[in-house]
């Protein structure tokens, strides 16, 4: 994004901004709180913001927490406003990852139209969303700043009068002020119900509104590349984009996720998915207002009309009664009263999948065809099919996510209720032993445990969960729900007992002898060591009948796929930036021959965070960097916490970053094809970097007092205590890393600027290499360089951690390391730190060829912007931990007192980065 940054034009949008925030904030009488702001005169001086008086301390937070905002949304209008005068200019084939550039490659590379078509209707393309715990904003503070960047865009209109122009204005202006009285932070910990209602916004009124904005970015692309427009003429033959949700179904160490909420959250999507079509539905009734007297209705279209209006019965009979002179008006007419309800039995003639309405909408735009208006064809009805090929009766697709531990103790409850010798100690059985009784269980019908028995709270939990799956697929089919992915996967052994669970619950199906499940069973392989055990456990897991038969059951188009999720968090909290990578690179490697090998193809589920200590990083080059031959037009990849918003609130930034994964997957999948390996020898080369990058990391986090540098050293204990999730920090509510999730592990290292997820170990790793294996360094210097040699993981390895090392700050983390008590403990580890930080750049100048601020000055001039005003919010923030945190020690009660406005240091921080977790 900083590539694109116009800083000029930020200039001038921020100048206005502020402005019109100081002048709401002196008109309040916050004169104090005015005199404070970040960047009063101009975006690109070097002033800092002023120091503010202890009593407006929680106001100056609320006021730099919203000066990120604005300033974020200067930026994003540049970028948007940038691309428009390039798309003028005919410049758009320089734009990172755009349709333009992969069409312009892909022809280069002697690929024809007719190929490129074929390929585009291959693609699947599935966001997930997910509420982890890293959306500092509250959803009506998200309704306002999205109304404020309306704002921005029709102040970009040259066409307004002056009075039009300040009108427009005085709306900033009072925009801002709603903001400032709305107070940015949850006074409360939301509820999954909020979270559901957050999501379901993007599901219901963004996305809908963006799919024909995509839709005409490709056209246009294709247009421009000189392709023939009959090749995008077939609606069927575009990227199939769809949507998955975690959101009241992901139970991973969640016991706010109970069966009901899943329930509600898998009625909620359908009653708004059918809401949604109903409406277009409604609205194309009004557009193909086409005359019987102006042309002859084909025959088979009357034939249709007729015989779908019998089936339908008196809801027929009333649809064929308006419009009569209107055939197409009463052929959608039809389609409207054959929706299904959201809820009870369905009347005689409704659909039952989405498949059939789309079936039928097909029918309607082949008569209008017919009579030769290919023009409406495309303009009126291909919308309403994107909808429903999008959409469908479900909104999103839900997962259902469960730790393998989790599903273990709920096992030992069923063997302990069965009297199964030795049952209660389940979780700790050896692997063989686990395998012969899942595997036994599976041969038998019965279940262990009565629906009316007590089992104990964790098979109660797993089973009402499942039996809510049943009486979906009942009732609806499966196409609502997600897979059922088992998180800290270890072993088979870990997917077998969801089957043993899931027959438990009725879940399974009978084929005769053979059994299936109609959701499929997901590992996610988080650590570093389950990642290199994945192989083989992919390849004990496939070799058995029960999975097989499961795929080939659960296959849409005849092709077995086994989905593979591979988390990014986790196995970076576990062993460092670089050896995550690493880990994760080879892991998908394996797994897909795993797949070749047993004739099914593996779908990746890239379990992606939004910082890049938790593999967050530009998406055309995230795509770029994946292992050859694991992508194959199918990506799956989680949205997270506050990126959905920053991706996704606004229209158009929404369908940068849509494009950005389509195009981008479009061109990696047909360049796939042409073969192609990792150049020899950087495999190896990475191989070592890798072990090396781990050693070093592992020797910080393992070192003694490491625990409590990091717990006295970054707010994590305040992060805790936050309002910015339903979910709880910890898994279990240990005061262990282990037991520590990936988020707020991040989060606290962001917030005290070590940003050490995203960076350290790999300083070690590369200056062995210089040391050791000079002419492998050499090696990887061309990988990074070279436009010919340039290899694309590497990279994008290394200018994540280019970009991760420039957010952090020695200066202020030797701030926060004076908060920990301990002298010894604190020098040594903190010099440890620093050490490393001072190696990384020195490398990261060697691969760069020059000192990182002129390397990357865009990057940096974002960074630094941000910088100086961030500088006194953690200054702040220090003497309110070091108050709270003795306040707490004392037991006086000041300690709550402090906390609201410690949780606003902790918003405006993230806000500044532009990140939490």
Not at 32 to 56: C, H, I, M, S
Not at 346 to 375: C, F, H, M, N
Not at 634 to 663: C, F, M, P, S, W
């Amino acid at each position: 994004m900083a590539s694109r940054l116009d800083a000029p034009k930020i200039d001038a949008t921020l100048t206005l901004l502020m402005g019109s925030f100081a002048t709401v904030l002196e008109g309040l009488g916050e004169h104090e709180v005015a005199r404070a702001l970040p960047w009063r005169e101009r975006w690109g001086d070097g002033a800092v913001a002023a120091a503010w008086p202890e009593a407006k301390a929680e106001s100056c937070l609320q006021a730099f927490s919203i000066a990120f905002q604005l300033l974020h949304q200067a930026e994003e209008n540049a970028i948007a406003q940038g691309r428009r005068a390039r798309e003028v200019a005919g410049g758009l084939v320089q734009e990172s990852g755009s349709w333009d550039q992969h069409l312009a490659r892909l022809k280069a590379d002697g690929l024809d139209g007719p190929a490129i078509a074929a390929a585009l209707g291959e693609l699947r393309i599935e966001p997930v969303l997910t509420a982890h715990p890293t959306e500092a904003k509250r959803e009506t503070v998200l309704h306002h700043h999205r109304a404020l960047y309306r704002l921005l865009v029709d102040l970009e209109n040259t066409m307004w009068t002056p009075s039009e122009r300040a009108a427009l204005e005085a709306k900033v202006t009072a925009g801002i002020e709603r903001l400032w009285r709305t107070g940015e932070v949850y006074l409360e910990k939301p509820a999954v119900a909020d979270e559901l209602r957050n999501v379901l916004h993007y599901l219901r009124q963004v996305f809908p509104t963006v799919l024909p904005w995509l839709e005409e970015r490709l056209q246009a692309a294709w247009r421009r590349a000189n392709l023939d427009p009959a090749l995008l003429a077939d609606p069927l033959a575009r990227p199939r984009l769809v949507f998955g949700d975690w959101v009241g179904g992901d139970r991973d160490g969640h016991p706010l996720v109970t069966a009901e909420v899943t329930a509600a959250t898998l009625a909620t999507f359908r009653r708004s998915a059918l809401e949604l079509l109903d409406d277009e539905l409604t609205h194309l009734a009004a557009r193909v207002s086409l005359s019987a007297y102006r042309q002859t209705p084909p025959v088979e279209l009357a034939r249709w009309i007729a015989t779908q209006a019998a089936a339908l019965g008196q809801a027929g009979a009333q649809a064929l009664a308006r419009n009569q002179e209107e055939p197409w008006r009463q052929a959608i007419n039809l389609l409207r009263a054959a929706l299904p309800p959201a809820e009870g039995e369905a009347p005689k003639g409704a659909y039952r999948q989405a498949g059939e309405l789309e079936a039928d909408l097909l029918r309607v735009r082949a008569s209008l065809q017919a009579i030769g208006a290919e023009r409406l064809a495309q303009t009126d009805v291909d919308p309403v099919l994107r909808l429903v090929r999008t959409f469908g009766f479900h909104l999103a697709r839900v997962d259902i996510r469960q730790n393998s531990a989790f599903h273990d103790r709920a096992l030992a409850q069923l063997l302990t209720l069965a009297g199964i010798k030795g049952g209660a100690d389940f979780p700790s059985w050896a692997e063989p032993r686990r395998r012969e009784l899942l595997a036994r269980e599976l041969a038998v019908v019965r279940p262990f445990a009565h629906p009316r028995d007590e089992t104990g709270p964790e098979a109660a939990a797993v089973l009402g969960c499942y039996r809510v799956l049943v009486a979906e697929i009942e009732r609806h089919g499966t196409g609502g729900l997600g897979a059922l992915i088992v998180s800290m996967t270890r072993s088979a052994a870990d997917l077998f007992a969801v089957f043993v669970l899931a027959r438990d619950a009725g879940l399974l199906r009978r084929d005769g002898p053979q059994v299936w499940c109609p959701l499929p069973v997901v590992p996610l392989f988080e650590t570093i060591e389950d990642l290199r055990a994945a192989p083989e456990i992919l390849d004990a897991f496939l070799r058995e009948p029960i999975v097989r038969h499961s795929l080939e059951r659960q296959a849409d188009d005849g092709e077995p796929v086994q989905q593979v999720m591979i988390g990014y968090s986790d196995s970076g909290k576990d062993g460092g930036f670089a050896a995550s990578f690493w880990a994760l690179y080879r892991a998908q490697r394996a797994l897909a021959d795993i797949g070749a090998r047993h004739r099914v193809r593996i779908r990746f589920f890239h379990g992606r965070g939004g910082t890049i200590g938790r593999g967050a990083g530009p998406n055309h080059r995230f795509l770029a960097a994946l292992p050859p031959g694991t992508l194959g037009g199918d990506l799956r990849v989680t949205e997270q916490g506050e990126i959905i918003a920053q991706k996704y609130a606004n229209r158009v930034t929404a369908v940068n970053h849509l494009e950005l994964l389509l195009a981008g997957t479009l061109g990696r999948t047909l360049r796939d094809r042409r073969g192609g390996e990792d150049p020899a020898p950087l495999p190896e080369i990475m191989d070592r970097l890798a072990e090396t990058s781990l050693r070093a990391y592992r020797a910080l986090v393992e070192a003694p007092g490491f625990l409590s540098f990091f717990e006295c050293a970054t707010p994590i204990d305040a992060i805790e205590q936050s309002r910015i999730g339903s979910r709880p920090a910890r898994r279990t509510g240990q005061r262990t890393l282990q037991d520590l999730r990936a988020i707020p592990w991040v989060f606290a290292w962001n917030q005290a600027r070590f940003v050490l997820p995203g960076w350290f170990g790999l300083g070690t790793a590369l200056q062995t290499l210089v040391d050791e294996a000079p002419e492998a360094f050499d090696a990887l210097l061309r990988a990074k360089a070279g436009d010919g040699d340039r290899w694309a993981p590497f990279h994008y390895m290394a200018s994540n951690a280019a970009t991760a090392w420039a957010q952090a700050s020695p200066e202020i983390m030797r701030l926060y390391a004076e908060l920990v008590p301990d002298d010894a403990v604190r020098g040594r580890l903190l010099q440890q730190i620093l050490d490393e930080h001072a190696r990384t750049a020195e490398v990261l100048e060697r691969l760069y060829g020059a000192p990182l601020a002129e390397a990357r000055p865009r990057i940096h001039r974002v960074l630094e912007v941000r910088h100086r005003a961030l500088v006194p919010l953690h200054h702040h923030q220090v003497g309110l931990l070091q108050r709270w945190r003795a306040a707490g020690a004392a037991g006086n009660g000041e300690a709550d007192a402090l906390l609201r406005t410690l949780l606003l240091s902790v918003n405006a921080i993230a806000g500044g980065l532009g990140a939490t977790g």
